[in-house]
């Protein structure tokens, strides 16, 4: 069994920024389980299940694969054994991620993966449940938040930054929904692990974020 670190907290609270930098400068495989729940909702989209159909939803379950792959250390998500990484980050694709996500068959599938992945290899893995549910027994466990303004205009950032239109009111009024969902859905919803180190990064940069978080897995 690999060192594992786990990091939760709700949308843009830099949890991938954060996780992949660290895993760099630590030598760990970051693991992107947010990607997973996207490619799964990239395929009810692409085939017209709508976020309410259970039935077709169980069915999608049981046939669609979803792997990943490591790229000189980039983390691909592959549908179907096809790379999706470039269609699965806006925010449409995000919503149905969340929407879809509450569904036990759902989640049951991708922490399998997800716990698979953690005993191969010292993992950074970010989500929402990672250290409730995924890996109860992290040797690090980290919720990383900040104030839905400030996470509103992070993601704005980096929508402009890659020449996607968009609107901060909009974007904000979006995260406080899916915090909210995915705070009080029935299944592992986004909580606090009891011994998890909170980290509110509302007024730190990346690199102060980094450095804190340095300093807590230094300590553990
Ligand atoms: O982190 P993200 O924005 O890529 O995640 C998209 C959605 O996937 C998120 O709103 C809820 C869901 N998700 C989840 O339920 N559990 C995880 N471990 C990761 C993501």
Do not use: W
């Amino acid at each position: 069994m690999g060192m594992n670190i786990a990091i939760d907290g709700p949308a843009g609270a830099g949890k991938s920024t954060i996780a992949k930098k660290l895993a760099k400068d630590l030598g760990y495989i970051y693991v992107d389980t947010g990607a997973m729940y996207r490619a799964m909702a990239y395929y009810f989209m692409q085939n017209h299940i709508a976020a309410d159909d259970t039935e077709k939803i169980a069915k999608a379950c049981e046939t669609v694969d979803i792997s990943i792959e490591y790229v000189n250390g980039e983390q691909s998500v592959l549908l179907n054994g096809e790379n999706v990484n470039g269609v699965i980050r806006n925010e449409e694709v995000g919503n149905m991620a969340s929407a879809t996500s509450v569904y036990p068959v759902v989640r049951e599938k991708l922490v399998d993966l997800q716990q698979r992945l953690a005993q191969k290899a010292d993992v950074i893995m970010d989500g929402r449940d990672i250290g409730t549910v995924v890996l109860p027994n992290a040797d690090v466990k980290i919720y990383l938040t900040a104030s839905s303004a400030v996470r509103a205009k992070r993601r704005y950032d980096e929508l402009v930054a890659k020449g996607q239109e968009c609107d901060l009111d909009a974007i904000e009024k979006d995260i406080i929904d899916r915090d909210y969902r995915d705070m009080h859905r029935e299944t592992s919803p986004l909580r606090q692990a009891e011994d998890a180190v909170l980290l509110d990064t509302s007024n730190l940069d990346i690199d102060g974020v980094v450095d804190a978080m340095k300093e807590i897995i230094r300590r553990a």
